[in-house]
């Protein structure tokens, strides 16, 4: 059995400038938080750094990722990051890591691991592209088209903005530097929130949860297509959530397959 080592990191909340204002003490008070909530997105850097570091690059370059929010992570707070293997006959690997904080809230969970054999590619990967729009609309309940492509855009990961994820998160990995280095989960996350706010205007919104099918890692400089289609709508508990399809493509091959789910419309 692998034995992975624990880490412990103080979370950081480096998005208090975002346009998603629950980043904001006073938005977050508003809904009923104790404070400004770290991104789930940096909180997904936290928990795959001590498999990085354990399992190296190829953890990065194949495999299914599938990360659960349970609870916010805010400026300041202590987080154990811990991993378990999971059922790995079953699998080439399986593991479970999670995140809590310094009062033992489990706050995050991250299960990864690689088939034999990966899943199909989602037909919708291949699914024309909608027009580009001109202005984005606040986001509304009937704005939300189920199975309607959003517009292709190119993200051309830089190298600035990479080391300046990696700051952030505080990473000692040497394979997210230089020229060719990979793109950190944390940017990567990153960029399917900016896929979701290309198409909507949300003031205060949660990601919830992200569901990563990896087939090829993506690496600083490269151009990578964008395609992103809303597949699910619900309201649960006062909350309404969003769910995005999202396509990654390389020389046209799909590298990576994305569902990203969200709170758009938080219950007061």
């Not at 204002?21 to 928990?47: P, Q, W």
């Not at 699914?127 to 986001?139: F, K, M, P, Y």
Request: net charge negative; with cysteine; aromatic share 10%.
């Amino acid at each position: 059995m692998d034995n992975v080592p624990k880490m412990e990191i103080q979370a950081l909340n480096d998005a208090e400038s975002s346009e998603n204002r629950i980043h904001s003490d006073e938005i977050a008070l508003k809904y009923g938080f104790t404070g400004a909530l770290v991104s789930g997105v940096n909180v997904y850097g936290y928990l795959t750094q001590p498999m990085v570091k354990h399992f190296g690059p190829a953890w990065l370059e194949t495999g299914i990722f599938d990360v659960i929010f349970r609870m916010p992570a805010y400026q300041g707070d202590r987080l154990q990051i811990k991993c378990e293997t999971a059922k790995p006959q079953q699998h080439e690997r399986h593991f479970m890591t999670t995140a809590t904080n310094q009062h033992g809230d489990l706050l995050a969970r991250l299960e990864s691991w690689l088939p034999k054999e990966l899943p199909g590619i989602n037909d919708l990967a291949y699914a024309s592209a909608g027009t580009q729009l001109e202005h984005r609309n606040e986001i509304q309940w009937d704005l939300i088209h189920i199975l309607e492509p959003g517009g292709e855009y190119l993200w051309q990961p830089g190298v600035a903005d990479n080391k300046q994820k990696v700051e952030t998160q505080r990473d000692k990995s040497e394979i997210y530097t230089g020229s060719q280095a990979f793109v950190h989960p944390y940017y990567l996350l990153d960029a399917c929130n900016k896929a979701l706010m290309r198409m909507f205007i949300l003031p205060a919104w949660i990601h919830t949860g992200s569901r990563l099918t990896v087939r090829q890692a993506i690496k600083v400089g490269q151009n990578i297509s964008i395609r992103a289609i809303p597949v699910e709508k619900w309201e649960r508990k006062g909350h309404q959530f969003i769910k995005l399809y999202i396509a990654m493509l390389h020389n046209d091959q799909v590298a990576i397959e994305v569902d990203h789910t969200a709170i758009f419309k938080i219950a007061v």
